[in-house]
């Protein structure tokens, strides 16, 4: 049993060291995206699922409710995970910052995204989420994400798609769904048969990952 296994090694379990860490996050200031935060997004799902995923940051709709992938990107995310039959409580759901990255524009605030000094900062958090949820397989969604997780001169156009082991870990990137959100014609039917390209591929590892826990 993975509880009683954390329990043995580190006197406590997935959800209280996740619980913890989501704590700290809730008051965290290392890096300016605390000043214009409403919400902290940590991250939702299944801690004892064999796949992470692990979006870009809070927009405007995550911001004001503390829940990941909530707007027109969350409703794409969940259709791509039930091509393959799961929901996101089959999985854990998280960023590589935790905090909304805007800037002002016409008079009000614009999602950005994340800078370089902002993702590192916030990856002492990703890194223990990691740490405590032991995922198997970590599908990265978007560039951010795969600069973070896989290499940090990762070119998501070259290099979605493929299997590189991290750590313990099989991570594979694939297109952000507010990437394929904005393509148009031929573009978005070509960024729409990667994505689900890549869902089957890590679908097929979740169910080796989950036979080889029987
Ligand atoms: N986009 C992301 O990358 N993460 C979210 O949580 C929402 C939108
Ligand atoms: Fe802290 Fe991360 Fe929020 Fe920056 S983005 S304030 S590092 S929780």
């Not at 406590?12 to 902290?40: M, P, Y």
């Not at 979006?55 to 829940?67: K, R, V």
């Not at 995310?77 to 409580?89: F, P, Q, S, Y």
């Not at 904005?182 to 869902?199: I, P």
Request: aromatic share 6%; with cysteine; proline share 5%.
């Amino acid at each position: 049993m993975d509880s009683l296994f954390d329990v043995a090694e580190g006197g406590e379990n997935r959800e209280e060291r996740l619980a913890e860490l989501a704590r700290q996050v809730s008051v965290c200031t290392r890096c300016d995206l605390a000043l214009n935060r409403t919400n902290t997004v940590f991250g939702t799902g299944d801690p004892y699922s064999p796949l992470m995923l692990v979006g870009e940051g809070p927009g405007e709709n995550e911001d004001a409710t503390g829940l990941p992938f909530v707007g027109r990107a969350g409703k794409l995310l969940d259709d791509i995970l039930k091509a393959v039959n799961l929901t996101r409580d089959d999985v854990y759901l998280t960023n590589t910052v935790k905090c909304r990255a805007a800037q002002p524009e016409g008079g009000r605030m614009k999602n950005r995204p994340p800078r370089a000094g902002e993702i590192n900062a916030c990856n002492i958090y990703l890194a223990g989420q990691r740490e405590a949820i032991r995922p198997r397989i970590i599908l990265c969604l978007g560039g951010p994400a795969a600069k973070t997780i896989i290499d940090k001169d990762f070119r998501i156009t070259k290099d979605r798609g493929k299997w590189y082991e991290v750590g313990g870990a099989l991570a594979m990137a694939t297109f952000h769904p507010a990437y394929v959100l904005r393509q148009r014609d031929d573009d978005l039917v070509r960024a729409k048969r990667a994505v689900w390209k890549d869902v089957q591929a890590v679908y097929a590892e979740y169910q080796k990952a989950l036979e080889a826990r029987g």
